[in-house]
């Protein structure tokens, strides 16, 4: 079943939140990642691989670079849900 | 003193151990002559043939927030609870060269040690890797697992600039660690050291092959009397974890800030045995040479000597070797010296033990006070020395000097020397 991008947008607050501890609250569409929610290359990896279980979406690593907010990655799981 | 034999002060301390999460409660537990030895109630433990050991007295994830616990073995967790003590304890708020921190990072180094590395996060990742896939691999296994990451850790915290290393010598590098430290202030290299070791090896994997080497105790029944250095019953180590840190300083940089100063960090002395890969050499001989080398390059003089905490680790072979060697370079003066196995109450800590023994023995100065060896119910008599058994012992006044032993597997000894300022 598809997500809608609340649930989606939710879901990764819970995620960041969960890795690099950020209240969820905070984890807004225009948030950077590494510049705003204090997940660095490591933990993206982490968000990514946690993301693609809850949201059944396959991310490539090539893609990963281009998910630089929230919103980025809104918007491409999305996009490529199955 | 010129710029390469300058004079080294231990200014600050800091523990986490099976005797408590912080160094007071640590240094309480040491002179109560309270074991922090426990049985192992995981599943796990129900196969081995060896079922107890001397578990943190205070889970580390508690003492770190979540999303920096997740990211840091065990063995780093321990390393930088110890080390966030230490370096308060020693005046210092925020990083080096923070507002309000007047340290030059580049002056700051950190060498802190692990006999194992992050072993946990290593098996763990191998369970993820077979139940479910290389996807689910986390990012942060290599990190995490590399023997260096603990020093690596504590070296980020601080601000370390001046250099940031990781002997390893099983259950020497703690102690190899802290002789580092030393040299890297006496030599001029840095100002200030955050240094000790850490271990978190209490998992299945190390315990069945620890015990399988028969260096372990098998008393399941009585966890609290299993570490008994010295003792004719003595039956072998018992496994402990957490981490011993200490902050060196420059005796020059120290006072002209005005720090507390515990007692002057004196030197090392090293040798290897060449002997075997891990049994003892039995007459001493390795661990001699090492005292004398430590006697040679200091002005460390025996008559000096009035405390030594031992390696002891409560093997057969290994407790009589080293006190044979003691008597072989200290001749009667090792009469004056009142000898503490500390693993006696916090089990033996690997790569750890060189830490808090060295937290051990700089607080026994400060306090002028040996800790108690337990369980020495019937004192071996190839034991030719005066082990200080039951109770804790005042030492005496005026200048006093205390060595700290630490011997690994692989044949690493290391004898530290610490007198008070």
């Known amino acids: 079943m598809a997500h809608t991008s609340e649930q989606v947008l939710e879901g990764l607050a819970d995620i960041v939140n969960e890795i690099a501890g950020i209240p969820t609250e905070d984890v807004q569409l225009d948030k950077s990642f590494t510049d705003d929610l204090d997940v ?38 999305l996009k490529h849900q199955g | 003193m010129n710029a390469t034999n300058r004079t080294v002060v231990v200014t600050g301390i800091g523990a986490t151990t099976p005797l408590g999460g912080d160094s007071a409660s640590t240094w309480e ?27 943190a007295a205070v889970e580390p994830g508690e003492q770190l927030p979540r999303p920096l616990a997740r990211k840091l073995d065990r063995s780093a967790q321990f390393a930088l609870i110890a080390a966030r003590e230490a370096w308060a304890d020693a005046g210092f708020e925020g990083r080096a060269g923070d507002e309000g921190n007047q340290v030059d990072p580049d002056r700051v180094g950190a060498v802190v040690a692990s ?56 259950c020497a590098s703690g102690a190899e660690a802290v002789g580092y430290a030393i040299e890297m202030i006496r030599t001029g290299r840095a100002d200030v050291v955050v240094t000790g070791g850490t ?49 060196l300083e420059s005796a020059e940089h120290a006072r002209a800030r005005g720090a507390r100063i515990y007692c002057e960090a004196l030197g090392q002395g090293l040798s290897a045995d060449s002997h075997h890969i891990a049994q003892p050499e039995p007459t001493g001989r390795g661990i001699a040479a090492a005292l004398q080398n ?68 700089v607080l026994a100065l400060h306090n002028r006070l040996a ?11 190839e034991v030719d ?37």
């Open chain 2, 29 to 55: 537990g040491l002179i109560a002559g309270r074991s922090g030895v426990r049985p192992l109630e995981q599943e796990w433990a129900a196969e081995l043939p060896v079922r107890i050991a001397a578990s």
């Open chain 1, 40 to 77: 660095d290359s490591l933990s993206m990896v982490e968000v990514v691989v946690a993301a693609e279980e809850r949201f059944e979406v396959k991310i490539p690593d090539d893609d990963v670079k281009g998910l630089k907010t929230v919103g980025d990655a809104v918007d491409y799981i």
């Open chain 2, 115 to 170: 006999g194992i590395g992050g072993v946990t996060t290593l098996l763990d990742q191998y369970d993820v890797l077979r139940e479910k896939g290389a996807r689910r691999v986390s990012p942060h296994t290599v990190p995490m697992l590399m023997p260096n990451s603990p020093s690596a850790n504590v070296g980020l915290e601080v601000n370390a600039r001046a250099g940031v290393h990781s002997p390893v010598s099983a």
């Open chain 2, 371 to 381: 800790p108690p060896t337990i369980n020495v119910d019937d004192l071996d008599p």
């Open chain 2, 385 to 421: 020395a005066d082990v200080v058994r039951d109770e804790a012992r005042q030492l005496p006044q005026g200048t006093i000097a205390a060595v700290n032993n630490s011997f690994g597997f692989g044949g690493h000894n290391v004898v530290l020397a610490f007198r008070t300022v």
């Open chain 2, 199 to 247: 271990e978190a090896a209490i998992h299945p994997l190390p315990v069945a092959a620890f015990a399988n080497m028969m260096a372990m105790s098998k008393n399941n029944d009585e966890p609290q009397r299993a570490s008994r250095p010295y003792d004719t019953a003595r039956d072998g180590f018992v496994l402990g974890e957490g981490a011993g840190i200490v902050v």
């Open chain 2, 294 to 361: 430590l006697l040679d390059s200091t002005d460390l003089k025996p008559a000096e000597v009035a405390h030594l905490n031992a390696h002891a680790t409560s093997t057969p072979q290994g407790d009589v070797a080293e006190i044979k060697a003691l008597r072989k370079v200290l001749g009667d003066e090792l009469d004056h010296v009142a000898i503490s196995a500390t693993k006696s109450m916090t089990g033996h800590l690997l790569g750890g033990a060189g830490g808090i023994e060295t937290v051990a023995t």
